[in-house]
């Protein structure tokens, strides 16, 4: 089975760094993804990691450890508009190549 | 370059009656997925289907079926509806099963 773990919720300021947890146990690891989903939104794609390390994309940064099954979001110069949910997505390299999700992480961005 | 489309928006059911939600994938992608979010809750795979057949199947009971027509729009069919069946039911396309999920909005269902 897969298990897919983050924190529930958190809260930053505005202008602050956040950075958001993932662990994974899973069988058949073929990348991370992490998604933002506004509320009552369609998740829209954030990030990609499949080889360790970290990839950078503006202000948003994603760093994945495959021997440890960890990999977290990290979020800079916090703006308001970041206040959402962020998923980590695990794909599983089985036939269909298909994702599984975590319960998301709510992210409040504080005045 | 339309994305993924999905109809209806919202819809109101009663319990025991069957439902069917409509996917049209993006342009260009050939494979389509299906996963249900709960309130609060990260989105669960409920099956996926290529080249009009299903690929693969999650933790759904048979109440839960598919198809996928020749231009690669899909329909979910949920029989004998159950409280516990409302939910956002999100539609993901893809090019095979490669790198690259497009997400549609969302059926938001509600069983009363």
């Known amino acids: 089975g897969q298990n897919i773990d983050q924190p529930t919720e958190m809260t930053a300021t505005e202008g602050a760094i956040v950075q958001i947890n993932c662990t994974y146990q899973?069988?058949?690891?073929?990348?991370l993804f992490w998604y933002q989903q506004h509320a009552g939104e369609a998740p829209t794609f954030l990030s990609y990691?499949?080889?360790?390390g970290l990839e950078e994309k503006g202000r948003f940064s994603s760093f994945l450890s495959r021997s440890k099954g960890y990999s977290y979001l990290l979020l800079k110069e916090l703006q308001m508009k970041d206040s959402a949910s962020y998923l980590c997505a695990v794909r599983v390299k089985t036939g269909a190549n298909n994702l599984f999700f975590g319960t998301g992480t709510r992210l409040t961005v504080i005045p | 370059d339309a994305g993924v489309t999905q109809s209806p928006t919202h819809l109101i059911k009663t319990r025991g009656q069957q439902v069917t939600l409509r996917c049209s994938p993006k342009s260009g992608h050939d494979t389509v997925s299906w996963y249900q979010q709960a309130l609060g809750q990260g989105p669960q795979f409920i099956f996926q289907?290529?080249?009009?057949?299903?690929?693969q199947r999650g933790n759904f009971p048979d109440r839960f079926s598919g198809h996928q027509f020749p231009n690669y729009s899909s329909e979910l069919n949920v029989n004998a509806l159950l409280l516990g069946d409302s939910a956002l039911y999100l539609c993901a396309s893809s090019l095979r099963s490669d790198y690259g999920y497009t997400f549609g909005s969302g059926t938001r269902l509600t069983v009363v």
């Open positions: 899973t069988s058949g690891f073929n990348g």
């Open positions: 289907y290529y080249e009009e057949e299903e690929r």
């Open positions: 990691n499949v080889l360790d």
